[in-house]
């Protein structure tokens, strides 16, 4: 059975970093790519970033660009979300997704096969 794990979350303060990883098992996840997304309770999910599956292409929201950076060791089925400069306005539930699907409208999430169970961010001093 497909399933992708989160891990990396977590309490920070401002202005400080964190890496999320997000492992896959039983698929491989070389095969497809990976986007990461995010939701405030009350708000809709949104897209963060994504990242192609052959030659590593990123795409990213302009809120997070500069400063989050997508990456993925195939060998380890686990694509990685690098997090700096981190703003009380990024404290969500960081969730990524994969999809055999890749473009400009890589923050759709009706395109997605599978979904982790997300994992808590917090910026808070």
């Known amino acids: 059975q497909a399933q992708l794990v989160e891990s990396g979350g977590g309490l920070v303060q401002p202005g400080g970093s964190l890496r999320l990883s997000c492992t896959g098992s039983?698929?491989?996840?070389?095969?497809?790519?990976i986007g990461w997304f995010r939701q405030i309770p009350g708000n809709e999910r949104e897209g963060v970033s994504c990242?192609?599956?052959?030659?590593?292409?990123?795409y990213y929201a302009n809120s997070v660009k500069g400063r989050f950076t997508t990456s993925r060791d195939n060998a380890k089925n686990t694509v990685y979300l690098q997090m700096n400069s981190l703003k009380p306005e990024d404290t969500a539930v960081y969730y990524c997704?994969?999809?055999?699907?890749?473009?400009?409208?890589?923050?759709?999430?009706?395109?997605?096969?599978?979904w982790g169970q997300g994992t808590q961010v917090t910026v808070s001093s």
């Open positions: 997704a994969a999809t055999h699907w890749w473009g400009s409208s890589w923050y759709r999430q009706s395109q997605y096969d599978y």
């Open positions: 990242i192609s599956s052959g030659n590593s292409d990123t």
């Open positions: 039983g698929f491989n996840l070389g095969r497809y790519a």
